[in-house]
Structure formats: C-alpha cells, structure tokens
C-alpha cells in the first residue's frame, strides 16, 4: 500500500484508498482494511472495524484494488481534520506487507465555510427634501455556509462623495447572527443635506473572521431629476488597442502595459455613433477619473474586495484616464469609475465599468536576473556612468547614490527628495537626463501622446524588446563628491615610477517598486559600489620659465567683534601666493595698506599688521584693523589695500632686498550689527523645546513656573545623557484632543562657521532653501541622523568609532515607567560621549522633526485643509554648563524652533548648537567663570556675529 495523505472533500460520498498487490498474481490474496479515529471520529465517517468483515480480496490476476471508507456530509463547517486506515493480517500467511501500510485521509469542508454576501452591491436611495427629516434605509445581509454557530461581524462605513455626520448615519456597527439565522440587516440614515444638490456615494463594508462584504449606496436628492450621468457604462481595455478597441475587447491585458478607461462620450468607444448625440444633449463636457484594484484573492470561494487607487507619485496619475502598470499585475482585477463634469463644475452619477482580469502570462520573463552598472570617464574628465536593469511587470526602478529610505515619502513629496541629487528622481537631471536615449527603441504605447510628461520621460528609458530599463548619466569629478555623495578612499601607488592613483568610492542604490494593495509600497532593494579611479604623475619640473606673480589673496576672517566702546575689531590672515609677503607702505612712503569702508558705513579704519609667519607655503600674517567710531550697524563690502613686497630671482630673500608692487584690492565682507533683528511671524503654534540631564524634565509639568526647567543651569560630563523634550505651550488648551510625536532627529555641525537654518522657500533670510540638517550639504562638517521612528535602520550607530547612543523617550526603558500618559509632550535621550571625540570650536545643531496629530480613532484626511495652518518661527537661547574634566568645556546651547507642514499635522524642526572651547590644563584647575545668560538677537547673522566675538 502506499504511504501518502489523500485530501477528500467533507461532500464527496467515498474515500477510495488505492491498494497495490505486488509478487504472485495468480492466487487469492487478502488483508484486513480498518480505520483508526484522531481529530475526524464516526460522526464525520463510516468507521471500518478491526474484524473480517473490513477484509478486502484480490481475485487472480487482480493488481489493484481499492479500500473505500464512506465520507459523512453535513451542514456545520469543521476544519481540518484526518483518521488514518491501515492495512494488517495478509492472507494466505506467506504474505507480506510492507512498510506502507498506513495511509492519513484529510477531509476539507470548504463548502461550509461560513460567508457574507450583501443581497444587493449597490442600492439608491431619494435624499430627505426637509431639513432635520431622516429616512431610514436598510440593507439586507445574508451568511452563507455553516448556520448553526452563533456569529458576529462588525459593520463600517467608506465615505465617498458623502461624508458620514453629514449625509448619512450608519446605525448598525455590529451584527450578530444567531444559530440559524442567515439573513440580517444593516440600518442606515439617511440626511437632507442642503449643500448639496447632486447625487453622493458611500460604502458599507461587513467583515468576519472568515469572510468580508461591500455594498455601494448611492443618494440621490429629490430636487434634482436631471442628475447628469453618461449614456452607457465605460469600457477597459489595454492601452496598446488603443486605435482597435473593439479588438482590445476580448483580449485580456497584458500586466506590463497601461490600462486606459474609454467613457460612452470618447470618440474611440465602440458604439459613440449611437451615443454621441445623448452626451451633446447632456452638455457633458470634461471626465473624472477614479480607478479601483482587487489583488488575487486567497479566499477558497474566490472573493476578493476592489480598493480605489489613492496615491499619484511623481511618474504616475491615480486620477487619470490612463492606469500606469506600477498599480496592478497579473490576475489583479481592474475597473474604473467615470463622473461626468457639467457646466460649473457639477459631478455626475458615476458609473463603474466591467472588471477586466489581467492576464498571468508575463509582458517579460527577464525578472530576477541581475542588473549591470558600469562607470568610466572620458576623455574631457566627465565621469559617464549606465545602470541596466531587467524589466519586471508591475514595477518602477528608482536609482540613486544615496540610500532609499521611506519611498511612499520619496514618491509623492518632493521635500524627500532634494538630498537625492544624483538620481532618476528628478526630471532633466541625473539619470533622468536625455543621455543618449534611444527613441527607436523606446514603446510608443509607453512613451506616446497619450501618457504624461512624467511618465513618458521614464518609459523613454525602456526597452520593451530586450526587456530592459537603461539609466545613464555624466557628472563632473567634484560633483560625485559634493553632490553624489562620493567619498576619497585612498591614494596609492601604481608603479615605480612614482605614479599616483586616486580612488573615489560612489554608492549606488537600486529599488524596484510596486503599488502593494489596499495602500502602500512594495520594494526590492538592491546596493552596490562603483570605483573612479584618476592616475597622475606627482613631479612636474620646468627650468628657467618665470611666471607673474598673482599677487591677489583672499584674506581669512578669524574673528570679529566689537571691543569695549562699541568699536569694531576685525582680525583676518593672509598667505602670499609668490615670492614675497605684505608690507604696511612702501619704500618711499607714497602708498600705504588700508581698510576702506563701504558706503554707508561712516568711519574710518586703523589697519596693523601683528605677525607674520614664514610656512612652506608661503608667507602667513596677521592684521587687524579697527574702527575710529563706534556704529550700531558695520555690515557691508569692505576693501583692503595691500603693498605686496616681491623677491626677484636674483635676489637673496631678506626684507631689505624684496622690491614693492603697486597697491592690490581684495574684497572682505562683513556683517555685524548692535542692532537685533526682530523674527519673522510665520507660524501662530507655540512649542517649547528643553534639554536637562535629568529625567525628571518628563514627570513635571512645568506649567505653573515656565522657568524651573528651562533656565536651571546643568553640567554635562563625559557619560551624562541629554534628555530632550518637546511639548506645546499649555496656553494652547490642546488638551488631548492631539498628541505629539517626535519622528527624527538630526545632529549636525557647519563648516567653516556655516549656520544652518530652515528656509525652503528661501523668503525669510533671502539665502535661497535651507532645510537645515535635512540636507546632506557640502557646507556641514558633520551630520547625524541620531533617530528616525519610520526608519530605525537609516539611523547612524557609530559616530568617530564611539557608539552613538539615543532612543525616543517612548522606547527607553528607563522613561516608560517614569513618564506620564501625557499626549501635549514627547522626547529623547542621547549619550553625549561622541560630541567629545571631535577637535574643538565645532558649532552643532540639534533638529528635531515631529508630528501634531488628532488622537480620535478616525482621522479623514481633507485634501482642502492641509496647509492651512498659520506658521510663526521664533528662538529661545539658554546656557548649559559642562562639567570640568582634564580640559575644561564652555557650552552654549541655542535652540531654533522651525516648523516644517507634512501629512496629517505638523512637523516641528529643533536645532541647537553647541560651541566648545578647549584649553590646555594647567597645573592648578582654575573656575570656569561663565557670563549670565542674556537674550541673543532672534536672526542667525547675530548669533553668528556672537560667537566668532
């Protein structure tokens, strides 16, 4: 007998178990053929008695015969269950069995299976013509399968064109069937609602633990008859029939291509002679577009639920008259919904069309091979770089140097996009870019007329013949460094004849994305690591060629500040790029250095010259120049006028011997003002940012006395933690109607005294757009993403070989049980360890991004509303004390509150910088004597004009 399990359905009459004789044929045989219970017993099955009576006989010549146990069908669902029937006691005795003498029958119940189904799908029902008047509409539920359980499924409503509260009412929210019944109602009310005066739509969707319904209701208002609606129901086809639609009809859309919606009003719709006069007579005019998805369903009974297509992204239109192929694959079911636009802007009654199922054979075979990138430079020094990828239906490629985090973000909002620079994310530019793009072998279908700019600028990189998309793009050397975020590895050696090699290391990262019902994204993320190496010859030598010398510098601010009676003080370096350094006159005194003011800035200058500095380099001095009068404001473009004092060759480099030049001008900016400049009002939401050591700063409120956290002064040493908490002002009487979340946070430091701030417009400090630490800019030193709440993985774990240690205050275990239920207010802890690994006089920032959401259950989102917030930013500055260790620290922290609008609330960005200052320890450790803390002005020009005084 064979060893095997054999599926039976519960409504099958027998279960026939094959037994196999093998060896002599020509005699009798027999065995005894018997069933033994485990989950399924005699109420699910005829038993098969261990007795003669359960024998079962080969005749001669008799190979196969079959042991048949009777299957009982009844009407109450069973899952999974199984007997086992074994074969024993051979005759004549020379007979054997063999091992497989058990076999375990597993009986299904699908047909049992309880289920729901509406009576109807879709319902009308007449709006009330009185204020206050409600009409109550039921809609009629029906269980399917197993009736002799009790069962309960919840009821809930989709708003469409009507809006819940507002139109209708669902009074059911939960049904339960008693054992036995299989028919119950859902009661709905429906309201007049006076605003209105066309038709509106909504769902009820009932699920179960096994099962789900969905039934449209469409209300129609009495006062209106002449509701406009299309002659005839549209038509899906696959756009490739676009000129064929009635070919296009009976073929099953191919997963790779677009879906185009064809209304009764198109010239293309196959009968539009019969029905072009009824949209004339209409005075229909524009369409709009909805598109609904149902993936393959599991369910045994084949159901499955459509979900409408909600998110456009930056190649893509979910509200088009075309369905890009990123929304559905093969055997997705795909139908649209039209509305016809009448005179000033009226919907019509909407109609779906038929579902069309999209076919299982692939558009291509190629998925799952891997891609190909490549890079070389030419001979004009531009660095060419191809990516190829295989074509898979249903996906997008999105390619970029940087890492691809949070893609439904990167998709649908551009901000997500700026530090992407070196990508196919932007159109005209990088990958994107009409490189050598080959128009012949591009699809028409995929790239013509009919599809957008957008889209048919990404499709132009497809080749639907070789099934494979091709990226290329050209960036300069010091574009994959500053931009592509491209690092220098490493200089090496090639040969003994001193030659050099440098090697620059570019990222490159891959992700194939696909709509993933009923929302969101799925990804296929791949990563790799492209090499730019430039060989050169270190030594260049030419004897007796003498050049001018370029005796113009640019001169080095190293401090600027104001002394005791308000003067100005500016103190700047120079290097001589030639033979030779700067002289206060010349030799017969004629002309002279000097500091010139701009216009505006009425008062003379007294320049001096304090050192000066032999290097390998060249000659490096020191000036200073400071102003007669004091002024409240010295901002402008100052001139400095200096004698540059040049060597001949056949002059031995002394002082005495240098021969003097003619005056050269440089330009030296400055901005410094006594005066503060008030902050621009653009936002009214008033949040308050604290930083402590001490854990405490969650448990007390602090409303009472604002000032009994903020302007405590603490130390932090090596081994503190900084605990950082946001919260809304308690004026703002939010109560717990919303809730605060703090979803990343940034730490970053300027290069070369760069303030960061936040300004994408660009509108408050005429700087152009700033983001602050969001972007990965060549003008910071370093920058860390210490916490992202979406992304953990995207965070950064070690920063100068010291593990970076941070977590959200919801998270540490320290905070869970100390922190109260407190939805105004949100934090974060960190080690402050790695701010010590770095030399001193670096200016950080911290930047919190977080969220103000409402916190009821359901939270519609109204496309109508977003951004319609009143934005204010303003400052807060405080002193921090560090603790005193081999070398004692002075920190300042200033904390810039900046609001950022994103989905669902608003996203609040907290930067504060810290300044260290580093002496040498002396002997006998000496009190770090630090000033009050005083207001700074609320302008970045004079918090940077502070801390270069």
Known sequence: MYSFNTFKEENASYAKIPVVRTGDKTSVSSAVCHTIPSSANEKDFIPRLFEEKSRIFFLKGVETIHCEVEIINDSVFEEEEVFDVVLSIPEPEESVILKSNKVRVVIRDPEDLPRLKFEKVTHSVIEPSIENIRKSFSVKLIRLGDTSKPMDCHAKSTDGSAVENLDYILRTKSVHFKSGEALASIDVEIMHNSDSSWQRTFSIVVESMHSSAEASITIVPQRNSALPILPAEPIVVSLVYLDNITEGLGIDPRPG??????????????????????????????????????????????????????????????????????????????????????????????????PVSISEAPTCTRAGEPYKASVNITEDRIVHMKVEIPFQDGSIPLISTMPLYSVQYLLTQSIYRTQHICSNLHPGFGFLADINVNLDLSDSVLTGNTRSESASRLYKHLNLKTCLWTFEAKFTLSDLIDKCGGVLSSILKVDAQGRDRIVTRLPLHISLVEALPPYGWSTVEYSTE???????????????????????????????????????????????????????????????????????????????????????????????????????????????????????????????????????????????????????????????????????????????????????????????????????????????SYSIKIQRVYVCAGRDGYIPSYDPSGSVYKDGPQYGCLENSPKLRHRLLLLDREEPRATDKVFEDVPVEAAFASEHPELITTTPLNTGLDGFVMKVDPLYRVKSGNVWFIQVIYTITATYHRQRRDLANEGSEIIRQGTNIKCIRLAIVDDYIWLKASIILLTVPLIGGLILGLCGYLIYKTKKRRKKIGICEIPECEPLSNTSDKIRAKLEA
Not at 310 to 320: E, P
Not at 610 to 627: D, F, I, L, M
Request: proline fraction near 8%; include cysteine; charged fraction near 20%.
């Open 257 to 354: 291509y677009p879906l185009i919606c064809i209304t009764a009003c198109d010239p293309k719709y196959p009968n539009y002679n019969e029905t072009s006069s009824l949209c004339r007579r209409t005075n229909i005019g524009l369409t709009r577009y909805t598109w609904e998805v149902a993936p393959p369903s599991m369910d045994p009974i084949g159901i499955s639920s459509f979900y409408e297509v909600v998110d456009s992204t930056l190649f893509t239109d979910a509200r088009g008259r075309i369905l890009d192929p990123i929304y559905f694959n093969k055997l997705f079911k795909v139908r649209c919904v039209t509305q016809p636009i009448v005179d000033g802007g009226i919907l019509g009654a909407p109609i779906k069309s038929k």
């Open 530 to 736: 492209l090499e730019v190496g430039l060989e050169y010859d270190p030594i260049l030598w030419h004897k007796g060629l003498e050049t001018k010398p370029a005796l113009v510098t640019k001169p080095q601010v190293t401090r600027i500040a104001s002394d005791r009676d308000g003067r100005l003080v500016v103190e700047f370096r120079t290097y001589s790029s030639f033979s030779g350094y700067y002289v206060t006159k010349n030799s017969l005194g004629k002309t002279s250095a000097s500091f010139i003011s701009p216009p505006g800035v009425t008062t003379p200058f007294n320049l001096t010259l304090t050192w000066t500095k032999n290097t390998v380099g060249g000659v490096e001095q020191s000036w200073k120049a400071v102003s007669l009068f004091s002024l409240n404001d010295y901002s402008g473009d100052y001139q400095l006028r200096l004698v540059p004092c040049v060597f001949n060759q056949d002059m031995s480099q002394s002082p005495e011997r240098c021969e003097p030049q003619d005056p050269v001008s440089m330009p030296l900016s400055v901005a410094f003002k006594h005066a503060h400049r008030t902050v621009p009002a653009i936002y009214s939401l008033n949040t308050e940012f604290t930083l402590s050591k001490n854990n405490r700063i969650f448990s007390e409120d602090g409303s009472d006395d604002p000032n009994n956290l903020e302007a405590s002064e603490e130390e932090f040493d090596i081994g503190d933690s900084i605990y950082g908490r946001v919260r809304w002002s308690p004026s703002q009487a939010l109560d717990a």
